[in-house]
């Protein structure tokens, strides 16, 4: 027979195992951070130490750095200062997050990443791995969403690239803020493998199988350029080259589907001018067969569905007509 006071002593021991586990887990969830204040830099973590010799910080655990327009947090960070205690770089692994903000000109740039290395006198960032970037500006309904496996961020320049991962191409949202009393502008979504934007002048150039996707739009081609206008309240020009394929869906209804060499889009005229090699299909509603177009040179109104054609070929729809018999007089 098994000793009942036997396992009495091994179920207490048991209960005063586990209690002490989690009294010691209990007090390391409770043990406060180190916090350290180092000129302008508030520093908090789980581990700080410091390099006298490099005027370098090395922390772990939960770190938090703050400046006046900066906030930096990540499970690890090496901090290089200088010997006046000034923020130089960052070097940033695990769960990354900055935050840093333009009061002069109402910006703020928030990214995520795997790592990252900031410089603060140059005002650059290098992040890799799942980055998102969401930059605010008040020339943007919301803020333009960055996604790809690595950005490249100058801050001073406003000229970021970002770069595809192995397994999703790059990605650029951005809602234009329109005008008060006119039509909502389009979203506008951007991919390819490269990605290059500038958020000072509202430029974006895309390389590597470029898209540029809106609600009415596609543009596809091999190189795609376009900016918004000043006020940010529209795509002011598109410009792709090469391997050019649009299809659109105008205000009437008409579609268009077009092929050619290079292709421009004016918002101020809503007009797209395709060149060189161009073959494009418009189905207008209520056509039973859509009219093609083939030559050097396209001019399509978005809005009316207006065109202009040079050195062309026209193919227009075919409508079935009843033949009308000649009369017995006619024949006499």
């Known amino acids: 027979m098994i000793n009942s006071r036997l396992l009495t002593t091994v179920a207490l021991g048991l209960a005063f195992s586990t209690s002490a586990i989690w009294s010691a887990q209990s007090q390391a969830q409770q043990t406060p951070q180190v916090k350290q204040q180092v000129g302008e830099l508030e520093i908090l973590a789980d581990e700080i130490e410091f390099d006298a010799d490099k005027n370098q910080y090395i922390l772990a655990g939960n770190v938090d750095l703050k400046s006046k327009d900066t906030h930096l947090t990540s499970e690890k960070m090496t901090v290089q200062l200088t010997p006046k205690k000034e923020l130089v770089s960052a070097l940033c692994e695990g769960k990354v997050f900055i935050d840093k903000k333009n009061p002069e000109e109402g910006t703020t740039v928030t990214a995520r990443s795997q790592t990252a290395t900031y410089h603060e006198v140059q005002q650059h960032a290098d992040l890799k791995g799942a980055v998102r970037v969401e930059q605010s500006s008040p020339r943007l309904a919301k803020p333009a969403v960055i996604i790809g496996d690595k950005v490249d961020l100058d801050l001073k320049a406003g000229r970021n690239v970002v770069l595809r991962g192995p397994g999703a191409q790059a990605k650029v949202h951005i809602e234009p803020k329109g005008?008060?009393?006119?039509?909502?502008?389009?979203?506008?979504?951007?991919?390819?493998?490269?990605?290059?934007?500038?958020?000072?002048?509202?430029?974006?150039?895309?390389?590597?199988?470029?898209?540029?996707?809106?609600?009415?739009?596609?543009?596809?081609?091999?190189?795609?350029?376009?900016?918004?206008?000043?006020?940010?309240?529209?795509?002011k020009i598109a410009r792709a080259e090469e391997d050019v394929v649009i299809d659109n869906k105008s205000e009437n209804g008409s579609l268009l589907h077009a092929t050619g060499n290079l292709a421009t889009y004016r918002k101020p005229e809503n007009l797209v001018t395709l060149d060189g090699a161009v073959a494009a299909t418009v189905t207008r509603p209520g056509d039973e067969q859509p009219s093609t177009y083939a030559g050097d040179h396209f001019e399509y109104n978005l809005k009316s569905g207006g065109h202009k054609l040079s050195r062309a070929k026209v193919t227009l729809r075919q409508e079935k007509k009843e033949e009308k018999k000649p009369d017995a007089k006619d024949g006499d």
């Open 179 to 235: 005008e008060a009393g006119k039509p909502v502008p389009e979203p506008v979504d951007l991919t390819a493998d490269r990605i290059e934007m500038n958020s000072n002048t509202q430029q974006y150039v895309a390389t590597g199988k470029p898209a540029m996707i809106r609600p009415s739009s596609q543009l596809r081609a091999k190189i795609i350029r376009f900016e918004l206008d000043d006020k940010g309240t529209e795509v």
